[in-house]
T-cell receptor, first 114, second 115 residues
Framework: DAKTTQPTSMDCAEGRAANLPCNHSTISGNEYVYWYRQIHSQGPQYIIHGLKNNETNEMASLIITEDRKSSTLILPHATLRDTAVYYCIVRVAYGSSNTGKLIFGQGTTLQVKP | DTAVSQTPKYLVTQMGNDKSIKCEQNLGHDTMYWYKQDSKKFLKIMFSYNNKELIINETVPNRFSPKSPDKAHLNLHINSLELGDSAVYFC??????????????FGPGTRLTVT
């Protein structure tokens, strides 16, 4: 079972920031928070990941709360092409037989509207 | 250049047949995966291979047999296809070094329809 909970769907206006929340209250110390997205009919695409510090790359920013029980993915200027299902995944990244295993939940369907 | 490629993109076949899906990655990664996405859009991991060695097997029926001829290829062979095998199958790869795992790169998927 997925260890995260996300809203089922969200809307965002084109050009505005999209803030996608994720709860992972049972996260362990050696688990990272990963975000992937799946644009209709395509393979999932890696977006960003983090352990406890906030992270930013060319696609998005990831804000992780100090207690690590929740996080927010931020798409700073959403475009129509960002319409997709966004998956928040907690994942053991090292030192376990489950290393590498991604467990996908339902994700959040983000609809970016003109 | 496609990083992770799968063939075929679409596969329609009858119950009871045996079919294979091929996956190749040109990223130089050590680990490859197969995922299944059912009609309800849930993505579930099936197998993982690291340097041609099976490391994850998620209680998949033994009709499914992954084969890794080299670390750039991971093929999925399915025997005696059933209606419930209809799904989109995704291959993925990642550069895992020792006991540390990195982000996975997914292929475009193979839509299997069993009639």
């Amino acid at each position: 079972d997925a260890k995260t909970t996300q809203p089922t769907s969200m809307d965002c206006a084109e050009g505005r920031a999209a803030n996608l929340p994720c709860n992972h209250s049972t996260i362990s110390g050696n688990e990272y928070v990963y975000w992937y997205r799946q644009i209709h009919s395509q393979g999932p695409q890696y977006i960003i990941h983090g352990l406890k510090n906030n992270e930013t790359n060319e696609m998005a920013s990831l804000i992780i709360t100090e207690d690590r029980k929740s996080s927010t993915l931020i798409l700073p200027h959403a475009t129509l092409r960002d319409t997709a299902v966004y998956y928040c995944i907690v994942r053991v990244a090292y030192g376990s037989s489950n290393t590498g295993k991604l467990i996908f939940g339902q994700g959040t369907t983000l609809q970016v509207k003109p | 250049d496609t990083a992770v490629s799968q063939t075929p993109k679409y596969l329609v076949t009858q119950m009871g047949n045996d079919k294979s899906i091929k996956c190749e990655q040109n990223l130089g990664h050590d680990t490859m995966y197969w995922y299944k996405q059912d009609s309800k859009k849930f993505l579930k991991i099936m197998f993982s291979y690291n340097n041609k060695e099976l490391i994850i097997n998620e209680t998949v029926p033994n009709r499914f047999s992954p084969k890794s001829p080299d670390k750039a290829h991971l093929n999925l062979h399915i025997n005696s296809l059933e209606l419930g095998d209809s799904a989109v199958y995704f291959c993925a790869s990642s550069q895992d070094a020792g006991d540390k795992s990195y982000e996975q790169y997914f292929g475009p998927g193979t839509r299997l329809t069993v009639t």
